[in-house]
């Protein structure tokens, strides 16, 4: 191992623990329970990472309806299946504490058959499910309403052409229950995201005509006629500000999306890219669980615009999970990743975001939270606020890499090496 992934012997790492571990007990905080609840919380693999959401639709005619765009031609790209389930099955061993998988409906797997997006059905998925099986972990599950033909003009469940609106539908209705087939084989509710590009470049004349179509769309897709359990497809809707091709106006907007969750008793999903360049989403938590039993958070990293960047442990991302934290709200947290890089290796890229996702809730958990909040109702906002400073340098490296060990995964950048070895023997050798 080189310099660069140097990382200190197990009874090193041990030693620093029980020092770390005393000091944060110095302040009530129990860092061997941090751990435990940190690994336990499941977080979601999106499996578009790996293939630069390309998708495994064998028809033709395919085109960007909603501008999904990963930038950066870095060797090693997924090119079927098999190869994703190859690149999380790798992830899986290298990112510690529980795992998921998040498909999208266009990694359907029909063969050389052509099924269009309408006829999906559970079988189409099989390979997932077994995989996921094996694996012993939990599938969530997509729609995918861009990148076809019928989302080429910006508009799917809103559209004005009535057929195109009962394509969509029907799309939705196919997905949902491939949704609950997910859960039923692997016994664990799985939660399905409708996302859709729908909107304008430019000021539409009517903004209230799609939402009005939006509404009775979505009602119809979500009708009781379907036989959906919903203990086991759990819906979820995702906003959106602005997109590629959809500037100016956008038909799920947040607004739209937050009423309608609540009052169809849906997932609220919140991106952390899709709000204004300069927008956190942490203050919103505590506002919206007010009113939503529970929240879908997509772990994104925004530059400029929704650029789904890896996801680092910055500011944005402590901030997220010490909010759930604070309010004494995880359980209440349904948490996915959702970025694309293609200009760095792609298995690289989802153990850095998923390890930083995972980082950053054991960061939150080690949170004085008793402590700051005592000196907010006393009114010692100076102590609140030398704590947290304090709080910047406290030894967490030491905690951090003994919840890695604790789960059996690489401490610090030791997981470097696997990923080396693994772009030497397997992505280097795709063409």
Known sequence: MNANCYVPGDG??????????????????????AIARALEVPISLHCWQADDVQGLETHEGNIDGGGIMATGGYPGRARNGDEIRQDLTQVLTLTPGVLRANIHAFYAETGSTPVDRDALAPEHFARWMDWAAAQKIGLDFNTTFFAHPLAADGYTLSHADPAVRDFWVAHGVACRHIAQAMAERLDSPCVLNHWIPD?????????????TRLVASY???????????????VDAVESKLFGLGSEDYVVGSFEFYSAFALTRKLLLCLDMGHFHPTETIHDKLSALLQFHERLLLHVSRPLRWDSDHVVIFNDDLRAVFQEWVRGGALDRAVVAMDFFDASINRVAAYVIGARATRKALLYSLLDPVALLQACEQAGNHARKLALVEEWKTMPFDAVWHWCCLQAGTPPGAAWLSAVDAYERDVLAKRV
């Open 12 to 33: 090193q790492l041990e030693h620093a623990y029980h020092m770390a571990r005393e000091w944060y007990a110095a302040y009530e905080v129990d860092t061997d329970a």
């Open 199 to 211: 909107g304008a470049k430019d000021s539409p004349a009517d903004r209230w005509s799609p939402r």
């Open 219 to 233: 009602d119809r897709l979500l009708a009781a006629e379907h036989g959906i359990d919903r203990a086991r497809c």
